[in-house]
């Protein structure tokens, strides 16, 4: 089993329907194909990504998000298309040392088939890899899915006090 989280390595991940996917460090080559995740996304999970109705990436988000000195971004292939990102997981360095922020966006057609709880585990061991002892998650409150999916990363329960809550998950 390759080392989450190294490198140069892509990580595999089999969904609950059998596909196997790679998970592997962002290229400056994989623009085209991230805007076209965007463009396949429906306005509903981006703006749960961004808390924003964004029709795209913007070049300025996609300078910060490529940086590696920022942090580190990550994308998923199927195993057989290689071409073709699904989906797109951050962990960006914040204002405070050993703290990232996690967001993740899984293409609506493969949501729902274990991939957001696998790259969110995974995103866990690259943070740790980081040197972060602290992972946020900014997740809107209404957004069923994604407070499950931290749930299953032991996330604690956080009481909404607002429309988008701040999740701490200890590493
Ligand atoms: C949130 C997101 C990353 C989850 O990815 P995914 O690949 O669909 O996640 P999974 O399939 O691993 O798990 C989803 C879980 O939510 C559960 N779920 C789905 N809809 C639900 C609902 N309405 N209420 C409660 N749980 C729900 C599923 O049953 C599943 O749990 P299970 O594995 O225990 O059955 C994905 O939906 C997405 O990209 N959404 C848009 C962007 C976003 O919200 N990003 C998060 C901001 S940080």
């Given at each position: 089993?390759?080392?989450?989280?190294?490198?140069?390595?892509?990580?595999?991940?089999?969904?609950?329907?059998?596909?196997?996917?790679?998970t592997?460090?962002?290229?400056?080559?994989?623009?085209?194909?991230?805007?076209?995740?965007?463009?396949?996304?429906?306005?509903?999970?981006?703006?749960?990504?961004?808390?924003?109705?964004?029709?795209?990436?913007?070049?300025?988000?996609?300078?910060?998000?490529?940086?590696?000195?920022?942090g580190t971004?990550?994308?998923?292939?199927?195993?057989?298309?290689?071409?073709?990102?699904?989906?797109?997981?951050?962990?960006?360095?914040?204002?405070e040392q050993?703290?990232?922020?996690?967001?993740?966006?899984?293409?609506?057609?493969?949501?729902?088939?274990g991939?957001?709880?696998?790259?969110?585990?995974h995103?866990?061991?690259?943070?740790?890899?980081?040197?972060?002892?602290?992972?946020?998650?900014?997740?809107?409150?209404?957004?069923a899915?994604m407070?499950?999916?931290?749930?299953?990363?032991?996330?604690?329960r956080?009481?909404?006090?607002?429309?988008?809550?701040?999740?701490?998950?200890?590493?």
């Amino acid at each position: 089993m390759p080392d989450a989280g190294s490198p140069g390595i892509a990580h595999p991940i089999t969904l609950n329907d059998g596909t196997t996917t790679r998970t592997r460090e962002v290229t400056p080559a994989d623009l085209g194909p991230i805007q076209a995740l965007h463009h396949r996304c429906s306005p509903i999970s981006r703006a749960l990504r961004y808390h924003a109705g964004k029709p795209q990436l913007t070049t300025a988000g996609w300078r910060v998000l490529s940086d590696p000195q920022r942090g580190t971004t990550l994308v998923t292939t199927t195993e057989q298309h290689t071409d073709r990102i699904i989906a797109m997981t951050n962990v960006m360095r914040t204002d405070e040392q050993g703290v990232g922020e996690l967001a993740v966006l899984v293409e609506d057609a493969w949501q729902s088939k274990g991939l957001g709880t696998a790259l969110t585990a995974h995103a866990a061991q690259v943070a740790r890899r980081a040197g972060h002892h602290t992972l946020t998650a900014a997740v809107a409150a209404g957004n069923a899915p994604m407070l499950h999916v931290l749930e299953n990363l032991d996330a604690p329960r956080t009481r909404a006090t607002g429309p988008v809550l701040a999740i701490q998950i200890p590493l």
